[in-house]
């Protein structure tokens, strides 16, 4: 998550950009600026091609052609952190007057995010951009987001301290972000390994969990014809969780599948007809 966070950051670029006279700007001129400004606050390179759209009416926001992230440069992986056929962000423009980011909408249009944690711990959406060797990052910029939303995206984690993997295709996505230190929700329908899977994540203190902190959470997910349902508090910074938990793991491979492991279906008198735990 706080590769989202850090990513807010380009909001601001966006803003900057989309104020005064900028459509009068050529297009190539606008992402030239666009890329270089967010690789000075991330340390990671944007790629923009095809044309980029400023908007000034009805909202402040942006349209681009394809766009692309690099990966971090210890990855071995020669595919990009995050890339999308186009990328639209609106900015309300009286909130912006006022000296609030609120964001009205963000739509990648068939992302490929590719996620990855190496076997020291390093993750590949850690921006460090402006960090040095013992210092202590600077807070993430806040913002509140009405809608964030993908479409027809695909998802890879792969987990080298682990040795596992996590692969997503068809991806639709909805992540709402009213307020930056207050509750979000997020909603995922995807298929893994040609199954539906399903997520429906909802939260307090965004600014907290996107920080790796432990927050309440309640959370149900649906892979084939497995449910797992959580209401407790939890994190991912090290991941920890508690509260109540109830499973219905009447399809185990389904859910074997979404965690890149292979489960078998237990045989008579193990839970071939009914496994539940609570």
């Given amino acids: 998550m706080r590769w989202i966070v850090r990513a807010g950051l380009l909001v601001l670029v966006l803003v900057l950009l989309g104020v005064g006279?900028?459509?009068?700007?050529p297009s190539e001129r606008v992402a030239a600026l666009l890329s270089a400004q967010f690789e000075t606050m991330t340390g990671r390179k944007m790629v923009l091609s095809g044309e980029v759209s400023p908007r000034i009416w009805p909202s402040l926001g942006i349209t681009t052609g394809p766009v692309s992230i690099e990966n971090a440069d210890w990855s071995d992986s020669k595919d990009p952190?995050?890339?999308a056929e186009s990328l639209s962000v609106d900015i309300n423009l009286t909130a912006l007057l006022g000296g609030?980011?609120?964001?009205?909408g963000v739509e990648a249009d068939a992302p490929v995010i590719n996620l990855e944690r190496s076997t020291?711990?390093?993750a590949n959406w850690?921006?460090?951009?402006?960090?040095?060797?013992?210092?202590?990052?600077?807070?993430?910029t806040a913002f509140t987001l009405d809608e964030g939303?993908?479409?027809?995206?695909?998802?890879?984690?792969?987990?080298g301290a682990e040795g596992s993997a996590v692969a997503l295709d068809d991806v639709d996505a909805t992540l709402k972000v009213p307020d930056y230190t207050g509750p979000f929700t997020l909603q995922v329908a995807a298929l893994?390994?040609?199954?539906?899977?399903t997520l429906d994540l909802s939260g307090d203190v965004f600014s907290a969990?996107?920080?790796?902190?432990?927050?309440?959470?309640?959370?149900?997910?649906?892979a084939g014809g497995s449910t797992v349902a959580f209401e407790g508090r939890g994190g991912f910074g090290d991941l920890m969780a508690e509260g109540a938990l109830a499973a219905d793991l009447a399809d185990l491979p389904a859910l074997g599948r979404l965690w890149g492991a292979d489960l078998a279906q237990p045989g008579p008198g193990m839970g071939q007809d009914k496994l539940t735990i609570a």
């Fill in 149 to 159: 939303t993908i479409r027809g995206g695909s998802l890879r984690y792969v987990d």
């Fill in 81 to 83: 952190l995050f890339q």
């Fill in 120 to 122: 020291d711990g390093k």
């Fill in 192 to 197: 893994s390994g040609g199954q539906p899977v």
């Fill in 100 to 104: 609030d980011v609120r964001i009205l």
């Fill in 21 to 25: 006279a900028l459509a009068l700007i």
């Fill in 126 to 140: 850690d921006f460090g951009a402006g960090e040095t060797e013992g210092e202590v990052p600077g807070a993430a």
């Fill in 209 to 222: 969990f996107s920080s790796g902190r432990v927050v309440p959470l309640t959370l149900r997910l649906a």
